[in-house]
C-alpha cells in the first residue's frame, strides 16, 4: 500500500493520532496540511495567487 505500510498499520497509526491529538483537533490539522500543500503546489508551478497579482499592481 502506502510506502509499505499495510491497512493494520495504518490503523495503528491513525488511533495513535486520534489518542495523542483529539478527536476535535483532527481535522483542524488535516486542513492545516491540505493548505500547506496546496502553498507548497502553488509555488512549485509559480501561481501567482489574486492578492499577489494585486500587489504587483
Known amino acids: ?8 498499520e495504518l490503523v ?3 488511533l495513535i ?6 478527536a476535535g483537533k483532527i481535522p483542524k490539522i488535516a486542513k492545516d496540511i491540505g493548505g500547506g500543500i496546496r502553498e507548497f503546489k502553488k509555488s512549485i508551478s509559480g501561481e501567482d495567487s ?6 504587483k499592481s
Not at 502506502?2 to 493494520?8: A, N
Open 17 to 22: 493520532i486520534l489518542v495523542l491529538f483529539g
Open 12 to 14: 495503528i497509526i491513525f
Open 50 to 55: 489574486e492578492e499577489d497579482k494585486k500587489n
Open 1 to 8: 500500500m502506502l510506502g509499505g505500510l499495510g491497512l493494520g
